[in-house]
């Protein structure tokens, strides 16, 4: 007496399936703990290390390391904490900082005039989860690159940092 065909009952397969994907969803989030990506369930706050800066540009050090102040704490749901106290820590060096690369001209006048320029920085950087050592994400000799309009050169080496920054959080993130 049952009005549905037979075909659109859901089988004995499928229902033990509805029962059992929530529960294997509940399993991972207990395993990976859903806390900063794939970031170790014990990991809860960050120190972020002033970079070793080995170029003659001063205020590279300190962008760097407010932008990933700011980036790892809001993407990563952790909070700052001095180097004793935290549970990871973001330590590196800033290698070499070239700037005023011509990418493009304007070949209309005389001389033909760089119009657009780019900046490159090469870095060296660790991330290590303090409780145990071991590197959460680490790149040798890294290389960011920004491009700027002649006399911008803020603005590429914004978009170098912001280059460098989103690959460490990514690198992060992606640990598993």
Request: charged fraction near 20%; charge should be positive.
């Amino acid at each position: 007496n049952n009005p549905q065909p037979r075909s659109m009952r859901p089988s004995g397969a499928f229902k033990k399936l509805l029962f059992v994907t929530p529960l294997l969803l509940a399993a991972a989030g207990c395993l990976y703990g859903f806390h900063g990506g794939g970031l170790p369930s014990h990991v809860h706050t960050i120190a972020v290390i002033p970079f070793d800066n080995q170029t003659p540009v001063a205020d590279i050090q300190r962008e760097i390391s407010d932008s990933l102040r700011v980036r790892l704490v809001s993407r990563l749901g952790l909070r700052e904490a001095s180097e004793a106290h935290a549970s990871a820590v973001v330590r590196g060096t800033i290698r070499r900082y070239e700037a005023g690369i011509p990418i493009g001209v304007d070949a209309r006048s005389r001389g033909a005039t760089a119009v657009q320029r780019s900046l490159s920085m090469v870095l060296d950087v660790d991330v290590v989860d303090q409780t145990n050592g071991k590197s959460l994400w680490s790149r040798k000799g890294y290389i960011v690159e920004g491009q700027y309009n002649e006399g911008e050169e803020a603005t590429g080496r914004s978009m170098a940092v912001d280059k460098l920054v989103t690959a460490i959080v990514e690198g992060v993130q992606s640990q598993w």
